[in-house]
C-alpha cells in the first residue's frame, strides 16, 4: 500500500500531466487528447484526495 505522501505526489503529478495533454489538445485541435488530460487531471485529483483521507487516518 502507498504511504499518503506518495499518493498526494503521485496525484499532483498526474494533475501536471493531465493539464499540459489538455492544452496540448487544444492547441493541436486533438479532441481526444484534450479528453484524454482531462480524464488524467480528474484521476490526480482523486489520487491526491486519497492520500490525504490516508493522512488523517494514519495510514
Do not use: C, P, W, Y
Request: proline share 0%; glycine share 16%; hydrophobic share 25%.
Amino acid at each position: 500500500m502507498k504511504s499518503s505522501t506518495q499518493d498526494k505526489v503521485e496525484g499532483n503529478i498526474h494533475k501536471v500531466k493531465g493539464e499540459v495533454k489538455k492544452i496540448a489538445g487544444k492547441i493541436s485541435k486533438n479532441r481526444g487528447l484534450e479528453t484524454e488530460g482531462k480524464i488524467e487531471k480528474g484521476a490526480g485529483k482523486v489520487q491526491e484526495n486519497i492520500g490525504k483521507i490516508k493522512k488523517v487516518f494514519g495510514k
